[in-house]
């Protein structure tokens, strides 16, 4: 695995290895599973940030999936979620799901004779939000026998994908006024961005325990979740920073094109906390005195 060089003649990892491509080489693009099995996901995720590489979309800080112990050919890791109907149609059908008259939502896989479906009590082809339907399971069916097959048989990038579009359909389609707490992988990709990002900036007065920033600020002591981006100060409590996305466009890196609002809201955040000494917004300055 590497950087293609400017020739693409050669692959060069983070620590400056060359790999020479040679004639009837195929190769493609990596994906995290790769970066996770080869132990430097790390390294490629610091040399991306420092050297500022634009990457055409999330593959280095890209969400991961993998089996959990418990899961052996059916998954229940979003059961329990409640989905506007067809908002979770629209959703699936741009990542090639379809509406099954038996089985649901479903993704064929035509290489692999693989089946992915979701089992929900609700009938998609009349959705109605009148009642959400509430997922249940996710599981691979054999195409020729439709029969169950176990996770250790799936290939794990196809697992990571159609999990990553789940928890898109959770995070996305939810129903309720407030979004559920973001994916732990989710949550592991942000704190390595705040993490590089402040290393950059020279800052000292920032751990990431877990899910939230702690900060330790001139004024007081703050938490910022990493899924939802709720501010508290320590002790006290809810801090409202309220985001104004446009104004932060283009002013923050993210190595990837899609400018990803929340994360950039969260990341904004925390800047301005760990120098809560020069925030000059009287509404902001009022709460943290307390």
């Known amino acids: ?8 003649q050669a692959l ?8 020479i491509l040679a004639k009837g080489d195929k190769i493609r693009i990596a994906h995290c599973v790769d970066l996770e099995n080869g132990g430097n996901w790390l390294e490629y995720q610091h040399n ?5 590489r634009i990457q055409p979309f999330k593959q280095i800080f890209r969400e991961l999936y993998l089996v959990t112990a418990d899961e052996k050919s059916v998954s229940r890791r979003y059961a329990g979620h409640q989905v506007q109907p067809r908002k979770t149609v629209a959703l699936l059908k741009n990542r090639g799901w379809r509406v099954d008259d038996e089985t649901g939502l479903q993704k064929v ?7 992915a479906t979701i089992y929900a009590m609700a009938d998609w082809f009349t959705p109605s939000d009148v009642e959400a339907p509430t997922l249940e399971t996710v599981q691979f069916l054999d195409r020729k026998t439709w029969q169950n097959v176990a996770f250790d048989k799936i290939e794990p990038r196809i697992f990571s994908e159609l999990m990553r579009d789940i928890d898109l359909v959770v995070s996305v389609a939810h ?15 942000r704190s390595v961005l705040i993490d590089e990002t402040i290393k950059l900036l020279g800052f000292d007065n920032l751990k990431i325990p877990k899910n939230h920033a702690i900060i330790s600020g001139k004024i007081g002591n703050y938490s910022v979740h990493l899924g939802s981006g709720v501010v508290h100060r320590q002790p006290g409590g809810y801090i409202s920073i309220l985001p104004v996305h446009s104004s932060h466009r283009g002013r923050i890196f993210l190595p990837f094109a899609d400018d990803a609002p929340k994360t950039a809201e969260i990341i904004s955040k925390i800047l301005l906390l760990v120098k809560d000494n020069e925030i000059k917004d009287p509404t902001i300055l009022r709460q943290l005195q307390g």
């Not at 990892?13 to 790999?19: G, L, M, Q, V």
């Not at 991306?48 to 500022?52: A, D, G, K, R, Y």
């Not at 129903?175 to 990709?189: C, K, L, R």
């Open 1 to 8: 695995m590497g950087f293609p060089d400017a020739t693409w």
């Open 12 to 19: 060069i990892s983070p620590n400056n290895e060359c790999y």
């Open 175 to 189: 129903t309720g006024g407030v979004d559920p707490e973001a994916s732990h992988s989710t949550i592991e990709m």
């Open 109 to 115: 896989f035509y290489k692999e004779n693989l089946v």
């Open 48 to 52: 991306c940030f420092v050297n500022q």
